[in-house]
T-cell receptor
Framework: GAVVSQHPSRVICKSGTSVKIECRSLDFQATTMFWYRQFPKQSLMLMATSNEGSKATYEQGVEKDKFLINHASLTLSTLTVTSAHPEDSSFYIC????????????FGPGTRLTVL | GQNIDQPTEMTATEGAIVQINCTYQ??????LFWYQQHAGEAPTFLSYNVLDGLEEKGRFSSFLSRSKGYSYLLLKELQMKDSASYLCAVRNNNAGNMLTFGGGTRLMVKP
């Protein structure tokens, strides 16, 4: 159990376009989902915390108008990178929290975004 | 704020034991996680410590000392497939239980 999926797994787009990434908890309800960004050979950096039915909480330095997060249901959160630029190229990973022994976060497989 | 430090890289030999250290400074400590991440993949959960002491799980063990702000991950009987990044993450209950990750330790296991 506790499987998190992400779609797409890989996307290449032109500069100036918008890209939507979906994160789904497949077999549990996740009241909280997290979005991370990871540049090559670096660790995960939290971008925002997303709670179902409310506005996302963004970390300092993350532009909320550029990275739109919608947590429409207990099993789906989406991240839209608007007007993407080459510097937005990164590995985007979502995670979801399930109430349990450790209240641990379960990570999706990640989405590799390349902006040309 | 939070500060989490771990070595950037380590090298060890197949069959050996390696210890990866993590030190942290945080308020509202609510647990420390270790994750394994292979290149291009998402992190996978290895261990969780919230009380002082050693948690053993097969070839992997994790230790925590809250008074010292210190944890280590111990890997025994190293295998080539253990070559990966190991991420130390601290949970903060003053910040919605969010995780803050250390920079990760890239472990290379050599024959």
């Amino acid at each position: 159990g506790a499987v998190v999926s992400q779609h797409p797994s890989r996307v290449i787009c032109k500069s100036g376009t918008s890209v939507k990434i979906e994160c789904r908890s497949l077999d549990f309800q996740a009241t909280t989902m997290f979005w991370y960004r990871q540049f090559p050979k670096q660790s995960l950096m939290l971008m925002a915390t997303s709670n179902e039915g409310s506005k996302a909480t963004y970390e300092q330095g993350v532009e909320k108008d550029k990275f739109l997060i919608n947590h429409a249901s207990l099993t789906l959160s989406t991240l839209t990178v608007t007007s993407a630029h080459p510097e937005d190229s990164s590995f985007y990973i979502c995670s979801a929290t399930m109430v349990g022994l450790y209240n641990e976060q379960f990570f999706g497989p990640g989405t590799r975004l390349t902006v040309l | 704020g939070q500060n989490i430090d771990q070595p950037t890289e380590m090298t060890a030999t197949e069959g050996a034991i390696v210890q990866i250290n993590c030190t942290y400074q945080t308020s509202g400590f609510n647990g420390l996680f270790w994750y394994q991440q292979h290149a291009g993949e998402a992190p996978t959960f290895l261990s969780y410590n919230v009380l002082d002491g050693l948690e053993e799980k097969g070839r992997f063990s994790s230790f925590l000392s809250r008074s010292k702000g210190y944890s280590y991950l111990l890997l025994k009987e190293l295998q080539m497939k253990d070559s990966a990044s190991y991420l130390c993450a601290v949970r903060n209950n003053n910040a919605g239980n969010m995780l803050t990750f250390g920079g990760g330790t890239r472990l290379m296991v050599k024959p």
